[in-house]
């Protein structure tokens, strides 16, 4: 099971980091360990992703240098931490994993398989 959490409300331009945890289990069975999130209205995206054994990180492009995937092995934690944070940041963001993912479907929901319930990242002005 995923458990996502830190989600909050901050200001545009602020940092925030929200983490992922595979209670009862470990992230090792996993090829990728990735973060979605999704607006009112629209589709789950793609935002950044992560190898869990070799740590190779990928990024969707409207978070390219703005926001940090990373693993901690000991803490079995995947946290994707975000910087300088816009509006169109607002979503809810969600943690996924996968076993047998290609790196070309990275970024399709529909490649994993396991799902954490999100957590919610406001932005206001």
């Known amino acids: 099971q995923l458990q996502a959490s830190g989600g909050g409300l901050v200001q545009a331009g602020d940092s925030l980091s929200v983490s992922c945890v595979a209670s009862?289990?470990?992230?090792?069975?996993?090829?990728?360990v990735s973060w979605f999130r999704q607006a009112p209205g629209k589709e789950r995206d793609f935002v950044a992703g992560?190898?869990?054994?070799?740590?190779?990180?990928y990024y969707g492009d409207s978070v390219k240098g703005r926001f940090t995937i990373s693993r901690d092995k000991a803490k079995n934690t995947v946290t994707l931490r975000m910087n300088t944070l816009k509006l169109e940041d607002t979503a809810v963001y969600y943690c996924?994993?996968?076993?047998?993912?290609?790196?070309?479907?990275?970024?399709?929901?529909?490649?994993?398989?396991?799902w954490g319930l999100g957590t919610q990242v406001t932005v206001s002005s």
């Open positions: 009862g289990g470990t992230f090792s069975n996993f090829r990728y």
């Open positions: 996924a994993a996968g076993t047998g993912i290609i790196l070309s479907s990275i970024s399709r929901p529909s490649a994993y398989g396991y």
């Open positions: 992560i190898n869990w054994s070799g740590g190779h990180t």
